[in-house]
């Protein structure tokens, strides 16, 4: 079946540092969407790429879908303490249900 | 609106009792969807539903059955339950499948002892 895989699993970073997870899928992806999910609650959609080599910019986040569909990157310029939590990256191809991604875990320290 | 709510927040069960947890939600959503969230594991798919009457497996559906009398509820029932089934469990529903974003309810954290 269809496997997301997400790098790193876990992040400490200072506040003000940049960070960046990594989504690869075993599969080409019809789209991808992004969840973020802080301590104690649960994922919120965030932002779904669709076009290959997709851009998209939230603020400080920016999301980019691989040329392939088959990865895709989510990318914090300036870390705040607010960005606590955990970042999923979910895949589909066709009408397929979501295959979501084991999460990255970031910790901003202040 | 309400969007998707969970019934309850929080369960401890023994071994080989059941229960149901609940899941409603108001957005008119034909799909809907119970994961299970293990830590480091992320969520896994038990069971969904495309519609009223219709359901179909996911992922990880041994030890859950479901049922979807009306668009709204979404009840994911565990029989006999086991250790094994400790987690977080997760309901959500979207307008439609595949390129919909999911909304998710509040989540029950569930311990079997």
């Known amino acids: 079946g269809q496997q997301v895989m997400q790098i790193p699993q876990y992040q400490h970073v200072q506040e003000g540092e940049d960070f960046t997870t990594y989504c690869n899928s075993s599969?080409?992806?019809?789209?991808i969407q992004w969840y973020k999910q802080r301590p104690g609650g649960h994922p919120v959609f965030l932002i779904q790429?669709?076009?290959?080599?997709e851009v998209k910019k939230q603020k400080r986040l920016t999301f980019q879908f691989g040329e392939a569909k088959k990865n895709s990157s989510l990318h914090i310029t300036a870390t705040q303490t607010t960005d606590v939590g955990t970042y999923f990256c979910?895949?589909?191809?066709?009408?397929?249900?979501?295959?979501f991604g084991k999460g990255t875990m970031l910790l901003v320290s202040p | 609106n309400a969007g998707v709510t969970q019934t309850p927040k929080f369960r401890i069960l023994k071994i080989g009792q059941s229960m149901t947890l609940q899941c409603t939600q108001d957005?008119?959503?034909?799909?809907m969807y119970w994961y299970r969230q293990d830590p480091g594991m992320g969520l896994k798919l038990i069971y969904y539903?495309?519609?009223?009457?219709?359901?179909d497996k996911g992922e990880v559906p041994n030890g859950y059955n479901v049922s979807r009398s009306t668009t709204e509820d979404f009840p994911l029932r565990l029989e006999l339950a086991a250790p094994s089934q400790t987690s977080v469990y997760f309901c959500?529903?979207?307008?439609?499948?595949?390129?919909?974003?999911?909304?998710f309810g509040p989540g029950t954290r569930l311990t079997v002892t």
């Open positions: 957005m008119n959503h034909n799909y």
């Open positions: 979910a895949g589909n191809s066709g009408y397929s249900t979501l295959t």
């Open positions: 959500a529903s979207s307008s439609s499948t595949g390129s919909y974003e999911q909304y």
């Open positions: 790429l669709v076009k290959s080599g």
């Open positions: 539903s495309v519609g009223a009457g219709i359901t």
């Open positions: 599969t080409t992806l019809s789209n």
